[in-house]
């Protein structure tokens, strides 16, 4: 795992998260751990149901209420996250963490001008009058790149693009000036080519700003642009961890294999490989490796015990037993092979 | 809207005066005397020939008839008007204080939701919602008058200071309102639950607000859209209580009037005050329309386009 340094701002240790449901104790998140650096993107990729949005409501506070943190830590400078009441919380959202949702159609109050939705977190975080709240706010439209910020101040919701919408999450997310951005899905209710200015956008402001980012996604393809670190979740836990390099050109997981070789890309003319079956059910989940049923390279210890995280590198590691000494020698699909070789030049 | 108006008064004159019995029917009055009476009255020719009359007399004239047996020669339109002020009162007042704290109640219901709180809210929210206003009343006027007299048993019309007057409309008032309090404090109940969990009130959350500011700002105005629905019903529900609780605390207005001139058979009166209540109900949904508009900026923008 990788080193702590000074300037980690936000540390999640062996985060526990599980939901109370009819059936039992629902384990969402199993054991999380992962640290972000001033200035870094750090993206957790997964299916649906992995646990990424649940790790990312539990650090803003907003987790449902039938859900338990059962164990773990979330330092953020000094303060333990997941101990802080509700009172503590208004001092972190907005004004220290920003999120932006996945689905900026229904995030945003359907009656409530866009202008007094941005100027309402002015008003919180800043205390500043109404003049200067509306100043600041249409700079901020602005800044997001919303044409006309004077007359889209006055203007709901339902007068704008989904695209237009997502500018003004993040509008709202960055008034309280912030220094991590969450950013839970931000494209994925988008049209392909929305998608791609909003990215640019949030890499943008990113650097403006110098913010620390936390993306969660499901599409690996997204992430290798964003992202300097990539964590790949699965069952409530994280499988494989390193640099986007590490994880987009050395994989080491099955899982990350499966995922990566699922991906389409302009060259490959070989059938796309689809992971068979489902995510397991979380009230019970497996005893060995969480992915070990979907999994044609498990071993019979995958089934039993639960593979450690192995290191790789310094800053790459998999929890799988294929990397373990003695496991026997695995490569990964051709497909990915392929690709992985012709866009490093077969120099990796 | 004037249609609607049409509608009600032919309905309301075909079916009251459909009715059998003699507008004149009284063994001290002689048959020949009937007779002049029902002639000048047109009484005597068909009864299309009387819509006609009837129509015409309201159009043209705004004459809706003379009262032959509750306030025999003395014209309708008069009696009503002097009845109007204490039943508008009372039926605006009850909505006045039904509405906030309905609302109230409801908020504070959805946020403590399936709390002790919550609960007790809903078991009464039931009682109350089941219980016509007529059996509140008189429930009040036994307890809050007769065994602890807090309050004066019957409205007082001829109290001098509006506090006086007002003190002896409360009990009316409570009896109109505990049925409507209950109804909008369920709805919204309902409502707002749903609204808590949308998106947009985490957004609001993740602003930094607190999550009353977050109710208040973001979630009770989204929430009164589906309630000005509800307050359509309870409005002509309030109106209709009214009818027999104006009677219980003797309130001169128009509830009782409508009763003593169903009994007495005073048909014009009680035509006239038929459509004086229809004309009462319609000016409520209007205005409830119009103040969708002024809640839900998609209505009002959304129409213009």
Same mark, same amino acid.
């Given at each position: 795992?990788p080193?702590?340094?000074?300037?980690?701002?936000?540390?999640?240790?062996?985060?526990?998260?599980?939901?109370?449901?009819?059936?039992?104790?629902?384990?969402?998140?199993?054991?999380?751990?992962?640290?972000?650096?001033?200035?870094?993107?750090?993206?957790?990729?997964?299916?649906?149901?992995?646990g990424?949005?649940?790790?990312?409501?539990?650090?803003?506070?907003?987790?449902?209420?039938?859900?338990?943190?059962?164990?773990?830590?979330?330092?953020?400078?000094?303060?333990?996250?997941?101990?802080?009441?509700e009172?503590g919380?208004?001092?972190i959202?907005?004004?220290?963490?920003?999120?932006?949702?996945?689905?900026?159609?229904?995030?945003?109050?359907?009656i409530?001008?866009?202008?007094?939705?941005?100027?309402?977190?002015?008003?919180?975080?800043?205390?500043?009058?109404?003049?200067?709240?509306?100043?600041?706010?249409?700079?901020?439209?602005?800044?997001?790149?919303?044409?006309?910020p004077?007359?889209?101040?006055n203007?709901?919701?339902?007068?704008?693009?989904?695209?237009?919408?997502?500018?003004?999450?993040?509008?709202?997310?960055?008034?309280?000036?912030?220094e991590?951005?969450?950013?839970?899905?931000?494209?994925?209710?988008?049209?392909?080519?929305?998608?791609?200015?909003?990215?640019?956008?949030?890499?943008?402001?990113?650097?403006?700003?110098?913010?620390?980012?936390?993306?969660?996604?499901?599409?690996?393809?997204?992430?290798?642009?964003?992202?300097?670190?990539?964590?790949?979740?699965?069952a409530?836990?994280?499988?494989?961890?390193?640099?986007?390099?590490?994880?987009?050109?050395?994989?080491?997981?099955?899982?990350?294999?499966?995922?990566?070789?699922?991906?389409?890309?302009?060259?490959?003319?070989?059938?796309?490989?689809?992971?068979?079956?489902?995510?397991?059910?979380?009230?019970?989940?497996?005893?060995?490796?969480?992915?070990?049923?979907?999994?044609?390279?498990?071993?019979?210890?995958?089934?039993?015990?639960?593979?450690?995280?192995?290191?790789?590198?310094?800053?790459?590691?998999?929890?799988?037993?294929?990397?373990?000494?003695?496991?026997?020698?695995?490569?990964?699909?051709?497909?990915?092979?392929?690709?992985?070789?012709?866009?490093?030049?077969?120099v990796? | 809207?004037?249609?609607?108006?049409?509608?009600?008064?032919?309905?309301?004159?075909?079916?009251?005066?459909?009715?059998?019995?003699?507008?004149?029917?009284?063994?001290?009055?002689?048959?020949?005397?009937?007779?002049?009476?029902?002639?000048?009255?047109?009484?005597?020719?068909?009864?299309?020939?009387?819509?006609?009359?009837?129509?015409?007399?309201?159009?043209?004239?705004?004459?809706?008839?003379?009262?032959?047996?509750?306030?025999?020669?003395?014209?309708?339109?008069?009696?009503?008007?002097?009845?109007?002020?204490?039943t508008?009162?009372?039926?605006? #007042?009850?909505? +006045? *204080?039904?509405?906030?704290?309905?609302?109230? &109640? /409801?908020? $504070? !219901?959805?946020?403590? =939701?399936?709390?002790?709180?919550?609960?007790?809210?809903?078991?009464l929210?039931?009682?109350?919602?089941?219980?016509?206003?007529?059996?509140?009343?008189?429930?009040?006027?036994?307890?809050?008058t007769?065994k602890?007299?807090?309050?004066?048993?019957?409205?007082?019309?001829?109290?001098?200071?509006?506090?006086?007057? #007002?003190?002896? +409309? *409360?009990?009316?008032?409570?009896?109109?309102? &505990? /049925?409507? $309090? !209950?109804?909008?404090? =369920?709805?919204?109940r309902?409502?707002?639950?749903?609204t808590?969990?949308?998106?947009?009130?985490?957004?609001?959350?993740?602003?930094?607000?607190?999550?009353?500011?977050?109710?208040?700002?973001?979630a009770?105005?989204?929430?009164?859209?589906?309630?000005?629905n509800?307050?359509?019903?309870?409005?002509?529900?309030?109106?209709?209580?009214?009818?027999?609780?104006?009677?219980?605390?003797?309130?001169?207005?128009m509830?009782?009037?409508?009763?003593?001139?169903?009994?007495?058979?005073?048909?014009?009166?009680?035509?006239?005050?038929?459509?004086?209540?229809?004309?009462?109900?319609?000016?409520?949904?209007?205005?409830?329309?119009?103040?969708?508009?002024?809640?839900?900026?998609?209505i009002?923008?959304?129409?213009?386009?």
């Amino acid at each position: 795992m990788p080193t702590d340094s000074n300037d980690t701002i936000l540390k999640v240790t062996d985060l526990t998260i599980s939901f109370k449901a009819y059936g039992g104790m629902v384990q969402a998140v199993r054991g999380v751990s992962f640290d972000l650096k001033r200035g870094e993107t750090v993206a957790i990729v997964g299916e649906s149901g992995s646990g990424k949005s649940v790790t990312i409501k539990a650090i803003m506070g907003i987790l449902p209420g039938n859900a338990v943190i059962e164990g773990g830590a979330i330092d953020y400078h000094g303060t333990d996250l997941t101990k802080l009441n509700e009172e503590g919380f208004h001092e972190i959202r907005g004004k220290r963490i920003g999120l932006i949702f996945q689905d900026p159609l229904s995030a945003l109050n359907p009656i409530m001008k866009i202008g007094k939705q941005i100027t309402e977190v002015l008003h919180l975080t800043k205390k500043l009058s109404t003049a200067d709240a509306k100043t600041q706010a249409i700079e901020l439209m602005r800044s997001v790149g919303i044409p006309e910020p004077e007359r889209r101040f006055n203007q709901y919701p339902f007068q704008f693009s989904g695209g237009m919408r997502q500018r003004i999450v993040i509008a709202i997310a960055l008034a309280g000036d912030p220094e991590i951005l969450i950013c839970d899905e931000p494209t994925t209710a988008l049209d392909v080519t929305v998608q791609a200015k909003i990215l640019d956008l949030i890499n943008q402001i990113k650097k403006e700003r110098n913010l620390s980012v936390i993306f969660i996604m499901h599409d690996l393809g997204v992430v290798a642009n964003m992202a300097q670190r990539v964590n790949v979740m699965y069952a409530g836990k994280i499988l494989e961890s390193g640099t986007a390099e590490d994880v987009f050109f050395r994989p080491a997981h099955p899982y990350t294999w499966a995922l990566l070789s699922s991906i389409p890309d302009m060259q490959t003319k070989e059938k796309l490989l689809a992971i068979p079956g489902t995510p397991p059910n979380m009230i019970h989940p497996p005893k060995g490796d969480a992915f070990a049923v979907r999994n044609k390279y498990a071993l019979k210890l995958d089934f039993e015990r639960e593979p450690p995280p192995i290191r790789i590198s310094d800053t790459h590691w998999a929890a799988t037993w294929l990397l373990h000494p003695k496991a026997p020698k695995v490569d990964m699909p051709e497909i990915l092979r392929h690709r992985i070789n012709r866009m490093t030049g077969g120099v990796v | 809207m004037l249609l609607t108006l049409f509608l009600v008064m032919s309905l309301s004159f075909w079916i009251i005066r459909l009715m059998p019995k003699s507008i004149f029917e009284n063994p001290e009055v002689s048959p020949e005397i009937q007779r002049l009476l029902e002639a000048e009255m047109h009484l005597d020719k068909p009864m299309v020939v009387q819509y006609y009359y009837f129509l015409k007399g309201i159009v043209l004239h705004g004459d809706f008839g003379t009262s032959v047996k509750v306030r025999p020669g003395m014209d309708v339109f008069r009696i009503i008007s002097t009845r109007i002020p204490p039943t508008v009162m009372l039926n605006v #007042l009850a909505l +006045l *204080v039904s509405m906030p704290l309905g609302f109230i &109640l /409801g908020t $504070i !219901a959805a946020l403590r =939701r399936n709390k002790p709180t919550d609960v007790v809210m809903s078991f009464l929210i039931v009682l109350f919602i089941s219980i016509p206003s007529f059996v509140f009343a008189s429930a009040l006027q036994y307890f809050l008058t007769f065994k602890i007299p807090i309050f004066p048993t019957l409205y007082d019309s001829t109290a001098l200071t509006l506090g006086a007057k #007002l003190n002896s +409309l *409360v009990l009316p008032i409570t009896a109109l309102a &505990l /049925g409507p $309090i !209950a109804t909008i404090a =369920r709805y919204l109940r309902g409502e707002l639950i749903e609204t808590l969990s949308s998106e947009y009130l985490l957004l609001a959350r993740t602003k930094g607000l607190t999550r009353a500011q977050a109710t208040v700002r973001h979630a009770l105005r989204n929430s009164l859209v589906p309630i000005a629905n509800t307050i359509i019903p309870m409005i002509t529900g309030i109106i209709g209580g009214s009818l027999v609780v104006e009677r219980m605390y003797s309130i001169p207005g128009m509830g009782g009037q409508l009763v003593d001139s169903i009994l007495a058979g005073d048909h014009f009166l009680t035509v006239a005050l038929l459509i004086f209540y229809s004309a009462i109900s319609l000016i409520t949904i209007l205005i409830v329309d119009v103040s969708y508009g002024i809640i839900d900026p998609r209505i009002r923008i959304g129409g213009r386009q």
